[in-house]
């Protein structure tokens, strides 16, 4: 009896053995080890979601994984409070695995929460607060995005040099935000010798109803300068009570003055009678991202966004989706162990984020390359912008980072003073300047698909700075067959602030033609022009943002219909030295601001009857019929024979078209149709 119980004992334990290394053992020593990351910011906010749709479609485009392991991403609401941004702190630093934090959005919520990381060792990613401090006493927290101090002495820049104004009014509040840009632009004007004549602090603790402006107002006189350093709310506002003057005021907001809100309240505050657009109209504000200027790898990422999510991606999207990518690369150089090490990888890949520290290991962004300096914090210009009614388009001239190993220090002083340049925490940057450009009225004079050229004359325009030296010579048609020379001009328009010339042109345009899907192919007509003397970093030549369509002429397009049209801005590149020993071996690439206008083209329905399916149908009828009367065959193959020869003959290419295998397929049909004849009435070869 005792050695049955014995031996009933052990076969138990044997099976709860058996069974442990099944269900526990498996996912704890079998089981592949997932990496999880936090996002936190205001997800019920459309500026969360817009976060939140951006880090998703990264994630998405690298298949949730890095280094053979499964990526887990968690949101979390921080309700933009900084004792909810503490406690969210608190749980993803002490009860979740996550090795990194994205977010968060606000300042007073990402200081608040750096505290709790610094102390638990989390690494943070923010890629909107702004204040200095977020990142200025905390190893653990780092940002990609310029912070208040860039911002504030870019404005000073920008003012001074572009704007030419050698005196400033500044209306701030009595929040961090406000007196940080405040204190920084203070500094920064000093030095750039620009007067302060005024500056007025709010207290918005007050009803804001009650805020009187009328100090303010009593003192002005027409064509000041007011830097309206304040959060979207009460800059619309300012900005309505400085337009009701009736006064001309040069107004340049800060970051706050880009977004969606500083709009909802300009419409919530107007007077009857006014609308957004006038109050709107005119002002300068800063931006940390705009897709009119945006890289190669920006347009790419606005095109992916558009397509997945029906909507453009806002700048803080474009910004976390740098954040994550810059978390991504971190993660993969940072040789993680698994989940039971998550205080040193937490610190692997803090050291990690810390060795993105120069140009030479920068991670190429949407925005810009990224990398950090000594406060985790990056340096790079913001971009300006100017709304046009309600419209918020580049500025006509911009900044951007440039390598000082490429540019000739010979001058470099003049240079900024004229403000070609600026340097900004030892980072050169270079003016940009911004031609509006269009192309409109186009007539298809001659379209020949298998020749590849089409004959097009249609209007071009160039809106530009009245200050920018405009060079019709330079203007260069990329596709064009033989050189077009514009000559003079058939219209020129000027007023206080900017130039619009308009061109007339005739030109042979190279097509770039695909016949792979055959009927149902569409072709596309492209005109591209650049400026074939002055690079990127001197002129970008920008799809005119006032305008909306591009009239097309229909007439001479036979058996064809217009599908849609894409107008945008990327760039050419060409290699060369520059005559520079350094560069003799590996070549430095040259890019040229590249406009593009392309057209897409579907054949109309009647053509792809007429071309497809009443030949083929008529094939395969006779097919049938040859079943019955044998001689058939030889009028189906020659037939097929004589469609297939003529289709090469009026769509010549070298490569296999769609309907060449409906072809081929025939002439397989035939084959199976001949031995199955041969064999039925002959009862096979003998």
């Avoid at 870019?154 to 030419?164: D, E, G, T, V």
């Amino acid at each position: 009896m005792k050695n049955k119980i014995a031996i009933i004992i052990a076969i138990t334990a044997l099976l709860i053995l058996i069974l442990y290394s099944l269900f526990f053992l498996q996912t704890t020593l079998f089981a592949k080890d997932k990496i999880y990351l936090a996002l936190v910011g205001p997800a019920k906010t459309e500026s969360g979601q817009s976060i939140i749709r951006a880090v998703r479609m990264y994630l998405e485009n690298i298949n949730h994984e890095v280094n053979g392991k499964k990526i887990e991403l968690f949101y979390y609401d921080d309700i933009e409070d900084e004792k909810s941004a503490e406690e969210t702190a608190l749980k993803i630093s002490n009860k979740t695995k996550s090795l990194l934090v994205l977010g968060h959005y606000y300042n007073l919520t990402s200081l608040a929460a750096g505290i709790v990381y610094k102390r638990n060792g989390v690494p943070a990613i923010t890629a909107s607060s702004t204040a200095e401090e977020v990142t200025s006493n905390n190893e653990w927290y780092f940002r990609t995005i310029p912070n208040n101090r860039i911002q504030a002495i870019f404005i000073a820049n920008y003012i001074s040099r572009i704007l030419k104004k050698n005196s400033v009014n500044i209306i701030f509040e009595d929040d961090d935000y406000s007196l940080s840009l405040f204190s920084n632009f203070e500094k920064a004007a000093m030095r750039q010798g620009i007067a302060i004549k005024n500056k007025w602090k709010i207290n918005t603790s007050q009803d804001e109803d009650n805020i009187s402006l009328e100090p303010i107002l009593k003192s002005l006189s027409g064509g000041e300068v007011f830097f309206l350093a304040t959060h979207a709310s009460l800059g619309a506002k300012l900005a309505i009570s400085l337009k009701n003057t009736g006064k001309q005021f040069t107004i340049f907001g800060d970051d706050e003055f880009s977004s969606k809100i500083f709009l909802d309240k300009l419409k919530e505050y107007s007077e009857e009678g006014k609308g957004i657009d006038y109050y709107s109209d005119g002002i300068y504000c800063v931006t940390p991202y705009m897709s009119a200027i945006a890289s190669d790898k920006g347009h790419q990422f606005e095109k992916q966004f558009i397509s997945t999510y029906g909507k453009k991606p806002s700048w803080e999207a474009a910004c976390y989706y740098d954040a994550v990518m810059v978390a991504i690369e971190a993660i993969k150089r940072a040789d993680i162990k698994g989940t039971r090490y998550l205080i040193e990888n937490r610190r692997k890949i803090k050291d990690a984020l810390d060795g993105f520290f120069s140009p030479e290991n920068a991670i190429r962004g949407v925005t810009e390359d990224i990398y950090f300096n000594r406060q985790r914090d990056i340096t790079r210009p913001y971009s300006i912008a100017k709304y046009s009614g309600k419209n918020l388009v580049a500025s006509f001239v911009q900044y951007r980072t440039v390598s000082q190993e490429t540019e000739d220090s010979e001058g470099l002083f003049e240079k900024i003073f004229k403000g070609e340049k600026i340097i900004i925490d030892s980072k050169l940057m270079k003016s940009t300047h911004i031609v509006n450009t269009w192309i409109d009225e186009i007539d298809f004079n001659n379209i020949d698909f298998n020749k590849s050229f089409c004959a097009l004359t249609f209007n071009v325009s160039f809106r530009y700075a009245n200050n920018f030296n405009f060079d019709s010579a330079a203007i260069e048609f990329k596709n064009s067959l033989e050189p077009i020379i514009l000559g003079k001009p058939v219209s020129l328009s000027k007023n206080d602030i900017e130039t619009t010339i308009v061109y007339k042109v005739n030109g042979i345009f190279k097509l770039m033609v695909d016949y792979s899907s055959y009927p149902f192919d569409s072709q596309t007509i492209a005109i591209r022009l650049q400026n074939k003397r002055d690079t990127i970093d001197k002129v970008i030549y920008l799809p005119d943002e006032l305008k909306n369509k591009v009239t097309l002429s229909q007439n001479s397009i036979k058996g064809w219909d217009i599908k849609s049209q894409m107008i945008f801005e990327n760039f050419s590149t060409k290699e060369s030295s520059l005559g520079l020993p350094r560069f003799f071996d590996s070549k430095y690439r040259i890019n040229h601001s590249l406009f593009n206008i392309e057209i897409q083209m579907k054949r109309k329905l009647y053509v792809i009857i007429l071309n497809l399916f009443l030949p083929i149908a008529a094939l395969l009828t006779g097919l049938y019929f040859a079943l019955s009367y044998p001689l058939i065959f030889l009028m189906v193959f020659l037939g097929t024979l004589s469609y297939h020869l003529y289709l090469l003959f009026i769509l010549p290419c070298n490569y296999i078209m769609g309907i060449e295998y409906l072809i081929f397929g025939i002439y397989l049909l035939i084959c199976i149709f001949l031995l199955r004849w041969k064999f039925t009435n002959h009862g096979g070869y003998s």
